[in-house]
Structures are given as structure tokens and as C-alpha cells.
């Protein structure tokens, strides 16, 4: 019998990466990963890629994470909003306005991939309430780590799991199946504001004192599919 590491409680996709993104109740799941997931991302003249760090491919752009961004019911085009929720009308003239910035646009993935690692990032709750007790007072849900899969361990199930699940495949919903690669290395966007969390220097040194600045798992696609909130995820 194959062992049950427990079941998806929220699924969030990042039509534009490094901004907030969309919790779903069901996504079809491809080869690069979570369809239209991080498909579009912030792009400067030099074509490096808004985020919350400075890399050969990335470019650190405070307050993209107080954006959302989102598909509208049959677009493959992402809406972006504004930090009030509101949708804009043109999302390149809205970044360049708010980023005080006239070389950047929204971009569609093309040759460079968007994302940072590999595609799918799974977090356990047993891990997050692990952050939660470690820094008190301080607002923490998986928005600041921000995995596609939060998934419902059972009680008593240690923090840092997903450690155990790394070489190792695992079903979940229709047919999908992930491969277990290694884990994130967090960075100082874990800190940052975005919409109703504030900024806190605790949350990256906790994870840093704790667990090396690693947290999740980072998995390949073996197999394509459909997952849905209540799926198990199951190791195969």
C-alpha cells in the first residue's frame, strides 16, 4: 500500500511572476508545470526578469509582490491588479508607472524560462506552522513562500517532510504525477510586504537558523494531469 503524505488544501497559480497570484479549486498540470503558471513575467530592456532579487536573469523590482495577477474565465492573457484589487487596463503602462520605470513590460515567456528553480513547489502545513511558531507576532501564511501545491499533513507529521520526499515520485488527482527533486533556497522575498502581510526580517532568519534557508519541495512533472483541492497526494 502506498502511503498517503496527505491531501491539496490550497493550489495557487502566478500568471506573472513575482506578483501575488490566484488560488484555484482545480489546474491542469503540463510538462512546464502549472498551465499558465508564471507564463508571463515583468521584463526590462537588458530582458531580465522582475523579481525580489539581482541574478544573471533576474532583476529586483520592489512592490511587484503588492500586485496580483490573474486569468480572466477564458483568457490565456493574465489581468493584473493594482495593490487596491482593482484591475488595471493596460498592465505595461501600469508597471512603468509604478515602478517609475519606461524599459519594462509584461512579457510572455519565450526562450528563458520564468521560473526561478523547477516547476512546482509543494509545502506542507506541518512546515508552515513550524515558521508560524518560530516567529510570534509576526503574520505568516504560504503567500510568503509562495508554493503552487499547500498540502494538509496529518497531525503529528514533523516539520521539513517534504525532505523525505526528494528522489521519489508521487501521484495526486488525475492521473498527475510529480518527481521529487531538492528543496528551495529562500531569498529576502519571504520578507517582503504583500497585501496584507507586512514586512518582517524574521520570517527568512527563522528559516535560515532552522533549516539552512530551504523550504518546500521542488518537483519535476513525470506525468501530466489534473489536480484538484481534496486530491491526496500519494507516493506512487
Known sequence: MH???????RIWRYPVKSTGGEALERVDVEARGLVG??????????GRFGSGKNTRR????PGLLRLR???PDGSDVPQLLAPDGVPVPDATAYLRAYLGRDDV?????RAVSHFDQLPVSVLTTATLDWVRAAVPGVPVDERRFRPNLLVRTPPG????VEDD???????VGDGARLHFERSSERCAMTNEAQQDLPHSPLVLRAIARGHAMRLDALATVARPGRVRVGDALVLA
Open 3 to 9: 502511503p498517503t503524505l496527505g491531501t491539496v488544501e
Open 37 to 46: 503558471d508564471r507564463l508571463y513575467a515583468v521584463r526590462d530592456a537588458e
Open 58 to 61: 533576474f532583476r529586483r523590482m
Open 69 to 71: 495577477s490573474r486569468y
Open 105 to 109: 513590460e509584461l512579457a510572455r515567456e
Open 157 to 160: 507529521t514533523r516539520p521539513f
Open 165 to 171: 520526499w526528494f528522489g521519489r515520485t508521487a501521484s
